[in-house]
């Protein structure tokens, strides 16, 4: 505003010096003042507009990371879910007795597991070959047994001969 200030009064200088009829001198500030007056509401206007279209983008911005920052509380848990170096949980159903637990396995290599209802010794098959099907037993309600999913064992001894 100081520039503004500045011309203003640089202009009023001018008409002073240039225009030597008082009443045409008088007329010619009066009329530039509410000009100016005009162009001044204006501009207040315009700032006033503008503050609130900011403080509108503030607000928008401010929900925004509220958003990203729950985005990414997920995100982190989910990653924590998937690459935790925590041992696993499984659920073993006992083939002896159908009692339904699930057990802390720490290592892929151990073999065997006990059943803690009836006691029997459980093997413990990280394959997915469950006795001739790859990863089903035939309980799936889509399914009729995964006939597809046989191991053809002329295929397996194929297999080993190369």
């Known amino acids: 505003m100081g520039t503004l200030k500045d011309s203003y009064t640089s202009f009023l200088k001018d008409i002073e010096a240039n225009i030597k009829n008082k009443e045409d001198l008088d007329y010619i500030k009066l009329r530039f003042s509410q000009f100016l007056d005009v162009v001044l509401d ?14 509108k983008l503030e607000e928008r911005q401010k929900e925004f990371d509220e958003k990203m920052n729950k985005v990414e509380h997920i995100l982190t848990h989910i990653q924590k879910d ?4 925590e041992n696993f949980d499984f659920e073993i159903v006992c083939p002896y007795c159908d009692y339904e637990f699930v057990v802390d396995v720490d290592e892929e290599d ?4 006990e059943c803690p209802e009836c006691g029997n010794t459980i093997e413990l098959d990280w394959t997915g070959d469950i006795d ?31």
Do not use: A, P
């Open 42 to 55: 204006q501009m207040d206007y315009i700032m006033d507009y503008r503050k609130e279209e900011v403080e």
């Open 82 to 85: 998937i690459y935790s170096d």
């Open 110 to 113: 151990r073999t065997e597991i």
């Open 132 to 162: 001739g099907h790859l990863g089903c037993n035939g309980d799936c309600c889509s399914c009729d047994g995964c006939e597809d999913d046989e191991i053809d064992e002329d295929e397996i001894d194929e297999d080993d001969d190369m």
